[in-house]
């Protein structure tokens, strides 16, 4: 059975109702008759919002997945980074798993620094300050690559264009990503 892992973007199609829900909502009948077992990755609850803030808790996150229709969906930790994941809902990190993360960072955002400290000393930001939107956003597509490969995930399914870039996807191959498709593919595939 296949490991498919749906992305933060997947979540908003199926709360907007926009084109890409049609295809989810296919994943999702798959997974209830029991053909794939869909996964989301945790780190999707500290994505920025639309309003430019972040969730206060945890269980917002829960409730919108519930809301959505992905409310028995196992969840997948994130390596714990303080200010972005929430504590009971990441693993701490050993350095194959660090690793991991920074070989997916130079892949997807290599202009992008690892650690949060690095990225403001590089620009001039106080790192002291609420962090960094571009930063905070890299990093959650980062975790989610980390998340679908280190839970040895089969398919991951995601319209972010960082992912469908012909040199970063297979990059992500290399490093044991499967196949990265988009929501209007993922049934051809599974």
């Known amino acids: 059975m296949r490991e498919v892992t749906l992305d933060t973007n997947c979540i908003i199609d199926l709360e907007e109702g926009r084109p890409n829900a049609f295809f989810i909502r296919a994943l999702v009948a798959?997974?209830?008759?029991?053909?794939?077992?869909?996964?989301?990755?945790?780190?999707?609850?500290?994505e920025?919002?639309?309003?430019?803030?972040?969730?206060?808790n945890f269980a917002q996150f829960q409730a919108r997945?519930?809301?959505?229709?992905?409310?028995?969906?196992?969840?997948?930790?994130?390596?714990m980074r303080l200010d972005v994941t929430y504590l009971d809902?990441?693993?701490?990190a050993d350095e194959t798993m660090l690793d991991l993360e920074r070989r997916i960072q130079a892949?997807?955002?290599?202009?992008?620094?690892?650690?949060?400290?690095?990225?403001?000393?590089?620009?001039?930001?106080?790192?002291?300050?609420?962090?960094?939107?571009?930063w905070r956003n890299a990093k959650?597509?980062?975790?989610?690559?980390?998340?679908?490969?280190q839970y040895q995930g089969d398919v991951l399914v995601t319209a972010d264009g960082e992912f469908h870039v012909?040199?970063?996807?297979?990059?992500?191959?290399?490093?044991?990503a499967g196949l990265v498709v988009l929501p209007q593919?993922?049934?051809?595939?599974?």
Request: aromatic share 4%; glycine share 8%; with cysteine.
């Open 30 to 46: 798959e997974h209830a008759r029991g053909h794939v077992r869909l996964r989301l990755p945790a780190i999707a609850a500290s």
């Open 48 to 56: 920025n919002q639309p309003d430019g803030g972040v969730l206060t």
């Open 65 to 79: 997945v519930e809301r959505v229709g992905l409310g028995g969906v196992r969840l997948l930790q994130p390596p």
């Open 89 to 92: 809902f990441c693993v701490l």
């Open 107 to 134: 892949v997807l955002h290599p202009a992008i620094e690892v650690e949060y400290a690095a990225y403001c000393a590089a620009r001039g930001f106080n790192p002291e300050t609420p962090l960094d939107r571009k």
């Open 140 to 149: 959650c597509d980062v975790l989610v690559a980390w998340s679908h490969i």
């Open 166 to 176: 012909q040199h970063k996807k297979d990059a992500l191959v290399a490093l044991g």
């Open 185 to 190: 593919d993922a049934t051809a595939v599974v």
